[in-house]
Structures are given as C-alpha cells and as structure tokens.
C-alpha cells in the first residue's frame, strides 16, 4: 500500500539510510549518434528487441513518481533528441502535477534547430556534453565535428532563459589543455561546467585505465587560482560548484571515486525499457514497465517503487573496481 497523501508529503521518498528522492533521472534511449570514445567508440548497435518507453508511459510514470514527492525529472539516453517525439515527451513530464523542473542532458547536434520548441514544451534547464572546446579534440573523442553548431547552441538556450550547464567528463590526456579554454569560455557566461571524473563500466575498462584522473586534480587546479568551493543546499545534485569573482560563470565537480560521495544520493533512475535503477552501478533492477498500462489499477506502480527503496544500497563499489552490470553509460543515462 502506498502511503497517504500527508505521509508522502511528510517523508517522500526515503531509503533505509534517511535518503530523500525528490529526482528521477528517466532514459528515454538508448541510441546515441556519437561515438564518443569512453562509451560507445564504435557506434551504436541496432538492438531489434529494443522498445523504449512511449509518450503515455512516460506519462504515467512520471505522474507515479511526482505522486510519491519527486519534483524534477532529467530526460537522458543514449541521445533524447534522436526521438521524433521528444516535445511531446517534455510536455507529459512538464504537466505532471507537482513537477517544478524538467531537464535534459544532450550532445547538442540539434540544439540550434529545436532549443525552443524543447523550452515551449516545458523544458526548464539543459546540460550539454561537450568535453573540449578545441573542434579538433572535440572531434577526436566523439567522431562528430560539431562543435561550432553546439556551442551556438549553447548560447541560444541562455538567451532563452533556460538554466544551462555543459558536462565535460574528465580525460587525463586533455584536462591541462582544455581546462584554461573551459575558463574563458565562463567568463562572461552565467552558466556552469562541470567535470565529471570518467567511470569505470564493463565496456570502457581499458579507456578507463588510461584516461582516469581523479577529481582532486580539478580541485587543486581551481583552489590555487582563486576558485571557491560554495557551500552545498540539502536539494543540490552531486556536484561541488567553484565560483570567483572574475568570472560571470561557475565550474563544478562530481567526484564519484571521493569518499562518501553517495551519501548525499537524491536520484532514482529509470531506463528506456522501463527498469527501476536504484543505482548506477548496482545490477539487475525493478520492473515497472508491466504497470504503466492505462487499465492498471491505480497505486501500483507507487506501491512498487516504495517497496523497491529499501534494497537500495548505501553507496557504490567503484574503488574496488566494481561496476555492477552497467555495460555502458548510454544503456542507462549515466
């Protein structure tokens, strides 16, 4: 049974450990058109057995989840924008009762075409992957030479007045060169990028070894040049975000490997294919799909993911080299 209206609102969503869940990051692909070199360097493999979410299961879903106190939801894949009908995705997660933000996490190759049909459907914020702002690098890790159109991209969504950030995973062989590019760019942006140390998954092992560098480079680099570490709000995500008084714009960190990074934990994730997540790296997971039919009786898929929630593991096993049987981050969202 799922609890009453006053028992949500009081407690919400709350693992064993006193963790409250107010995000879900939902996947709604896993296609990808890039081919980026720590996730899918020789493209994306058809999968005819694939069927990802429709537009009325979204729907439902995320009505489920608002209804048990998360108030933001993050669309992911694969790539979101390879779907026809992503607007009206945004839009079934942007009418949900009680949901206050949706955002999306991009490559950007149609940011110039579609960035405001995206924020008329009801998108509110955007985060960008893009790992160097030199085209050649750029190039070099995804296989796609965009990065002009995506950086125009880019500015066009702050023009719009959407919360904008750019996601920039953290490779070893270009962090010296890219990082001072990165802080230019901030200078008179009032907008975010956030390094994101590369994980370890099954798929990635070899990429991993050579090109992992732990966050605590990011934050020696930006304290000795006058950044600030700003203090962090219970709703924040997983990143430390750096400001200075020279720059219009902020850098973050997500440090995945830094002791006690999952104590602070505020998201559930659902895959394309329509699998509770409870973590990144954990395995298997919980089916929801078999209850997002419009003829199933209300308050199932509640009683589901709450009963889900205390298997939810108190944090990760990413130092012991561990990465559950996530074979890739495009199969999840990351």
Request: aromatic share 8%; net charge neutral.
């Amino acid at each position: 049974m799922i609890p009453d209206e006053a028992e949500r609102e009081r407690e919400g969503l709350t693992d064993g450990f006193g963790r409250r869940f107010r995000y879900l990051r939902l996947s709604i692909t896993e296609v990808c058109n890039f081919r980026c070199v720590y996730c899918l360097p020789n493209g994306y493999a058809r999968d005819p057995e694939a069927q990802f979410l429709s537009v009325s299961e979204i729907r439902r879903l995320v009505a489920g989840f608002a209804a048990l106190g998360v108030t933001k939801v993050r669309l992911t894949g694969g790539e979101p924008s390879v779907r026809t009908d992503l607007p009206a995705i945004i839009a079934s997660a942007a009418n949900a009762p009680g949901i206050a933000r949706v955002a999306m996490t991009t490559n950007g190759w149609k940011l110039t075409e579609r960035i405001g049909a995206w924020r008329d459907a009801g998108l509110t914020h955007l985060n960008v992957s893009a790992d160097s702002l030199d085209p050649q690098t750029f190039a070099r890790l995804t296989g796609v030479d965009r990065l002009p159109d995506i950086l125009a991209g880019i500015d066009q969504a702050l023009d719009l007045g959407l919360g904008v950030k750019l996601n920039a995973v953290l490779l070893r062989d270009t962090f010296d060169s890219s990082v001072e590019q990165f802080a230019d760019w901030l200078r008179d942006r009032p907008t975010a990028v956030r390094f994101i140390e590369l994980m370890r998954t099954l798929d990635n092992v070899d990429v991993f070894e050579r090109q992992h560098l732990g966050g605590a480079a990011v934050a020696r680099w930006l304290t000795e040049r006058g950044w600030t570490p700003q203090p962090r709000r219970p709703e924040d995500g997983p990143a430390v975000e750096y400001s200075h008084p020279d720059y219009l714009g902020r850098f973050g960190l997500i440090a995945p490997y830094a002791d006690h990074f999952c104590d602070g934990c505020n998201r559930l994730r659902v895959t394309a294919r329509g699998k509770l997540r409870l973590c990144l790296f954990g395995e298997g997971g919980v089916e929801l799909r078999d209850l997002l039919a419009e003829d199933i009786e209300p308050g199932r898929l509640e009683a589901r993911i709450v009963e889900a929630l205390p298997t939810k593991a108190r944090g990760h096993s990413l130092m012991l080299a561990q990465s559950g049987d996530l074979r890739r981050m495009a199969d999840v969202g990351g």
